[in-house]
């Protein structure tokens, strides 16, 4: 997530998005600020991602309890940097007791720093994260029923924004084609028909031109609707 991505190594030099990604490919070995961060951070090849590590590092390495260790997790869940910035002396004058480097201490309140701008609970983060492989899949291979649910729950302006991607698959509204919803029509191939219930002006009319249709001509268009509707 953004808030951890562009916090920098101890090296001051590699964002941590960085090196996670030369992590997981196999390009470098998991390296931890202190020895005692292993333990928490070996899952995430030593970067700190969860707000759940962040709780267990306050823990471990400043020997907060669990209570306040929370306290301050939910501060940086609701990113209120003021009352964060507020504990860093006491977390800087913990860890040199602790026998921690200045480098170590520092790189440890960047982390914590980047954290509070932006980072996701572990439940939260695999939900983000099984959600967008769903829809990707479903988007890949059912591209046709993918495109008729997103414009089927968009609003004109969503639609306007998806139509650069879907336009080419869609039909214009047609008194005898469209529905009061989007749906699927098998031609010479696929097309997503244009609901009435989305024509401006149309909304309130658009079940009386259903339940009608279809209609041979103009004439009969005119005779059968209710023109009060």
Same mark, same amino acid.
């Given at each position: 997530?953004?808030?951890?991505?562009?916090?920098?190594?101890?090296?001051?030099?590699?964002?941590?998005?960085?090196?996670?990604?030369?992590?997981?490919?196999?390009?470098?070995? !998991?390296?931890?600020?202190?020895?005692?961060?292993?333990?928490?951070?070996?899952?995430?090849?030593?970067?700190?991602?969860?707000?759940?590590?962040?709780?267990?590092?306050?823990?471990?390495?400043?020997?907060?309890?669990?209570?306040?260790?929370?306290?301050?997790?939910?501060?940086?869940?609701?990113?209120?940097? +003021?009352?964060?910035?507020?504990?860093?002396?006491?977390?800087?004058?913990?860890?040199?007791?602790?026998?921690?480097?200045?480098?170590?201490?520092?790189?440890?309140?960047?982390?914590?720093?980047?954290?509070?701008?932006?980072?996701?609970?572990?439940?939260?983060?695999?939900?983000? !994260?099984?959600?967008?492989?769903?829809?990707?899949?479903?988007?890949?291979?059912?591209?046709?029923?993918?495109?008729?649910?997103?414009?089927?729950?968009?609003?004109?302006?969503?639609?306007?924004?998806?139509?650069?991607?879907?336009?080419?698959?869609?039909?214009?509204?047609?008194?005898?084609?469209? +529905?009061?919803?989007?749906?699927?029509?098998?031609?010479?191939?696929?097309?997503?028909?244009?609901?009435?219930?989305?024509?401006?002006?149309?909304?309130?009319?658009?079940?009386?031109?259903?339940?009608?249709?279809?209609?041979?001509?103009?004439? +009969?268009?005119?005779?059968?609707?209710?023109?009060?509707?």
């Amino acid at each position: 997530r953004p808030g951890t991505m562009y916090a920098m190594m101890e090296d001051g030099k590699t964002t941590l998005i960085d090196a996670w990604k030369d992590r997981k490919n196999g390009k470098s070995e !998991a390296t931890y600020l202190h020895p005692s961060m292993e333990e928490i951070l070996s899952p995430t090849l030593g970067i700190i991602i969860y707000q759940e590590q962040i709780m267990a590092l306050f823990q471990k390495c400043c020997g907060f309890s669990g209570e306040r260790a929370d306290r301050i997790r939910e501060l940086i869940g609701k990113k209120k940097s +003021d009352e964060i910035d507020a504990i860093l002396p006491e977390i800087r004058d913990i860890l040199l007791i602790r026998e921690w480097t200045h480098s170590q201490i520092e790189s440890f309140i960047s982390f914590l720093k980047a954290a509070a701008k932006y980072s996701f609970n572990l439940s939260h983060s695999c939900a983000y !994260a099984y959600t967008g492989y769903v829809c990707q899949y479903l988007k890949t291979h059912y591209p046709m029923e993918w495109w008729t649910s997103v414009l089927q729950n968009s609003n004109l302006k969503d639609i306007k924004e998806n139509a650069r991607f879907c336009k080419d698959l869609v039909i214009c509204p047609d008194i005898n084609r469209s +529905d009061l919803e989007f749906y699927i029509i098998s031609e010479s191939n696929e097309k997503i028909v244009y609901p009435l219930g989305m024509v401006k002006g149309v909304k309130n009319a658009g079940t009386e031109i259903v339940r009608n249709k279809p209609f041979t001509s103009l004439g +009969d268009f005119y005779s059968r609707i209710n023109k009060t509707v």
